[in-house]
């Protein structure tokens, strides 16, 4: 199976890292934190639509995604019928018996797909940030300020539903979460007639309650709290598990101080929490108990390493494992080619089978990469897989004395410190780029030439006999580089109409760092 390793599921560290930044916040921040409009958007039974999309005779029949011995998620006919997500498939078949099975290990179509979204969102406003594969959070602040100036409130109403609420009036202090549901509903809608895909919506004041609420209808519906209902939606949670942010070792430490529902951490005294947690903790997680959550909305950039694991009963001898770590770093050369960027790291991960420690047994080793295999990994050469093959090998001798018996139950293989090209050879890149424009400074002129040199292929302002004097390798990297660097995606001009020089220079670093992380989403 694959993994993703964009570290941007991971609530609970994002969570911690922001209430340590934003301690000692002023009175003008709090204010405006309280005034801004989240959306939070998960998409319907993911895995199953997007394997609805490729296969549209799924459409009506109960599906479930499996991998391994579980179902992970299942379509709406499917939950018809009593199928859950992580059911075992035994359960599931038994429930649905024609229930329809897709394999769903491997998650390339998903992980595409997600990006997709992100990016469509990305294209309405810079601050998106995903949420593991299916979720992102969209601070739509701004774009509500500016709604607001421009329509009249009488005019507003409410998309979707209003929790806890049959129907709702807009006046001045609901107006923005009311426009926050159009823009929401847009959203959806945006990505549906886009990319074929549903899912729900919450709108609220912050991240944790838009979370929270985008879940009281499903599928394919949206919800909007008020903050007078923030108690309601936080007491209606059925125990601190339903808590995002607070992870299970937290909830077992609070267990143990006989702290089991939302209510029980609301109330015990802050002193006592911060006995047990530290400050910055005790007072993070009793906010979040009351549904307070001033955690900004980061966008993630581009993952930080690429991998690829697999789980398995067992692998005890060694040509088994080479054969499977052979084809995990052939699926993983490949990401990390489509990605662009050049790993520096490689980490081999394996877990050996123990009675008593099940889960926690990984155990890594990780070696630089030599400079001629990060090449072919870049360049996409067939060759680089045997050389990471080789390194694999002498990893996994590190960890195991294969004149013993072993068992193993996992192989991870991964790639880290993974740097843009350009910077892991600047001379050479900057001995033809002192008079080359950069892609974004490029005329549309300059981008034909450079795609359709119809010769070397190379940009026309790159003296073609210079280039031919240079090593075969080094002429691919740059061909590689130079074919990446298509166009970035453009901001809608939306964004432009903004008259104050702040605002406009605010809203051009957007743009900017948006168009970077833009760069990452490259087309199929
Ligand atoms: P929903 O949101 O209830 O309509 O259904 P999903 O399928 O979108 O569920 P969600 O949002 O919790 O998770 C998104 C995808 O992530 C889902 O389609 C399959 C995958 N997934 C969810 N939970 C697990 C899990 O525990 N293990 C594995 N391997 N995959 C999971
Ligand atoms: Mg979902």
Same mark, same amino acid.
């Given at each position: 199976?694959?993994?993703?390793?964009?570290?941007?599921?991971d609530?609970?560290?994002?969570l911690? $890292?922001?209430?340590?930044?934003?301690?000692?916040?002023?009175t003008?921040?709090v204010?405006?934190?309280?005034?801004?409009?989240i959306?939070?958007?998960?998409l319907?039974?993911?895995y199953a639509?997007?394997?609805?999309?490729?296969n549209?005779?799924?459409?009506?029949k109960?599906l479930g995604?499996?991998q391994?011995?579980?179902?992970?998620t299942?379509?709406?006919?499917?939950r018809?019928?009593?199928?859950n997500?992580?059911?075992s498939?035994?359960?599931a078949?038994?429930?649905?018996?024609?229930?329809?099975?897709?394999?769903?290990?491997?998650l390339?179509?998903?992980?595409?797909?997600?990006? +997709?979204?992100t990016?469509?969102?990305?294209?309405?406003?810079?601050l998106?940030?995903?949420?593991?594969?299916?979720?992102?959070?969209?601070?739509v602040t701004?774009?509500?300020e500016?709604?607001?100036?421009?329509?009249?409130?009488?005019d507003?109403?409410?998309?979707g539903h209003?929790?806890?609420?049959?129907?709702?009036?807009?006046?001045?202090?609901?107006?923005?979460?009311?426009?926050g549901?159009?823009?929401?509903?847009?959203?959806?809608?945006?990505?549906?007639?886009?990319?074929?895909?549903?899912?729900?919506?919450?709108?609220?004041?912050?991240?944790?309650?838009?979370?929270?609420?985008?879940?009281?209808f499903?599928?394919?519906?949206?919800?909007t709290?008020l903050?007078?209902s %923030?108690?309601?939606?936080?007491?209606?949670?059925?125990?601190?598990?339903?808590?995002?942010?607070?992870?299970?070792?937290?909830?077992?430490k609070?267990?143990?101080l006989?702290?089991?529902s939302?209510?029980?951490?609301?109330?015990y005294s802050?002193?006592?929490?911060?006995?047990?947690?530290?400050?910055v %903790?005790?007072?993070?997680?009793?906010?979040?108990?009351?549904?307070?959550?001033? $955690?900004?909305?980061?966008?993630?950039?581009?993952?930080?390493?690429l991998?690829d694991?697999?789980?398995?009963?067992?692998?005890s001898?060694l040509?088994e494992?080479?054969?499977?770590?052979?084809?995990?770093?052939?699926?993983?050369?490949?990401?990390?080619?489509?990605?662009?960027?050049?790993?520096?790291?490689?980490?081999?991960?394996?877990?050996?089978?123990?009675?008593?420690?099940r889960?926690?047994?990984?155990?890594?080793?990780?070696?630089?990469?030599?400079?001629?295999?990060?090449?072919?990994i %870049?360049?996409?050469?067939?060759?680089?897989?045997?050389?990471?093959?080789?390194? $694999?090998?002498?990893?996994?001798? +590190?960890?195991?004395?294969?004149?013993?018996?072993?068992?193993?139950?996992?192989?991870?293989?991964?790639?880290?410190?993974?740097?843009?090209?350009?910077?892991s050879?600047?001379?050479?890149?900057?001995?033809?780029?002192q008079?080359c424009?950069?892609?974004?400074?490029m005329?549309?002129?300059?981008?034909?030439s450079?795609?359709?040199?119809?010769?070397?292929?190379?940009?026309?302002?790159v003296?073609?006999?210079?280039?031919?004097?240079?090593p075969?390798?080094?002429?691919?990297?740059?061909l590689?580089?130079?074919?990446?660097?298509?166009?970035?995606l453009?901001?809608?001009? +939306?964004?432009?109409?903004? %008259?104050?020089s702040t605002?406009?220079?605010?809203?051009?670093?957007?743009?900017s760092q948006?168009n970077?992380?833009?760069?990452?989403?490259?087309?199929?």
């Amino acid at each position: 199976m694959d993994t993703d390793e964009e570290g941007d599921n991971d609530w609970d560290r994002s969570l911690e $890292s922001d209430m340590l930044e934003t301690e000692g916040s002023s009175t003008d921040r709090v204010t405006s934190i309280s005034q801004r409009v989240i959306l939070h958007i998960d998409l319907d039974c993911f895995y199953a639509q997007v394997e609805m999309i490729r296969n549209p005779a799924l459409r009506n029949k109960p599906l479930g995604i499996q991998q391994k011995y579980l179902i992970v998620t299942c379509n709406y006919v499917a939950r018809e019928h009593g199928v859950n997500k992580l059911m075992s498939v035994t359960d599931a078949v038994e429930k649905c018996p024609q229930l329809v099975l897709v394999k769903g290990e491997d998650l390339t179509h998903y992980r595409e797909m997600s990006y +997709k979204v992100t990016e469509l969102l990305m294209s309405y406003c810079p601050l998106v940030e995903r949420l593991g594969f299916d979720e992102n959070f969209m601070d739509v602040t701004e774009m509500v300020e500016r709604r607001l100036k421009e329509t009249c409130i009488s005019d507003l109403s409410f998309n979707g539903h209003v929790y806890k609420h049959e129907s709702m009036a807009v006046d001045e202090e609901n107006a923005r979460l009311a426009v926050g549901s159009v823009i929401a509903a847009e959203m959806r809608q945006a990505i549906f007639s886009t990319l074929g895909l549903t899912g729900c919506a919450g709108i609220a004041n912050n991240k944790l309650l838009a979370k929270l609420v985008a879940g009281t209808f499903k599928p394919n519906q949206q919800t909007t709290l008020l903050p007078y209902s %923030t108690a309601e939606l936080m007491s209606s949670l059925t125990g601190l598990i339903k808590v995002p942010g607070i992870g299970y070792k937290t909830r077992e430490k609070l267990k143990a101080l006989g702290l089991v529902s939302v209510r029980d951490l609301q109330l015990y005294s802050l002193a006592d929490l911060v006995r047990e947690f530290g400050e910055v %903790t005790a007072k993070r997680i009793q906010n979040l108990a009351c549904g307070i959550d001033d $955690s900004p909305v980061t966008p993630a950039g581009p993952p930080q390493s690429l991998s690829d694991e697999d789980s398995f009963k067992k692998i005890s001898t060694l040509e088994e494992v080479q054969k499977k770590t052979e084809e995990l770093l052939t699926s993983l050369t490949e990401r990390m080619h489509k990605d662009g960027r050049r790993p520096h790291t490689f980490r081999l991960t394996i877990r050996q089978y123990t009675v008593t420690n099940r889960w926690f047994s990984r155990e890594s080793r990780q070696c630089p990469i030599p400079n001629h295999t990060g090449l072919k990994i %870049t360049c996409g050469s067939s060759e680089a897989v045997p050389q990471l093959l080789g390194l $694999s090998m002498k990893l996994f001798h +590190k960890m195991l004395d294969t004149r013993e018996p072993f068992h193993l139950t996992l192989l991870n293989v991964c790639f880290s410190n993974l740097q843009a090209k350009s910077s892991s050879k600047s001379s050479i890149a900057s001995f033809f780029t002192q008079k080359c424009p950069t892609t974004t400074q490029m005329t549309s002129q300059q981008q034909v030439s450079m795609y359709d040199f119809p010769y070397f292929n190379v940009p026309a302002n790159v003296d073609p006999y210079v280039f031919s004097q240079l090593p075969a390798d080094v002429q691919r990297e740059l061909l590689t580089e130079w074919r990446q660097q298509k166009p970035v995606l453009k901001i809608p001009s +939306k964004h432009s109409h903004k %008259t104050s020089s702040t605002r406009d220079k605010k809203s051009a670093a957007k743009g900017s760092q948006c168009n970077n992380i833009l760069k990452y989403f490259k087309p199929n």
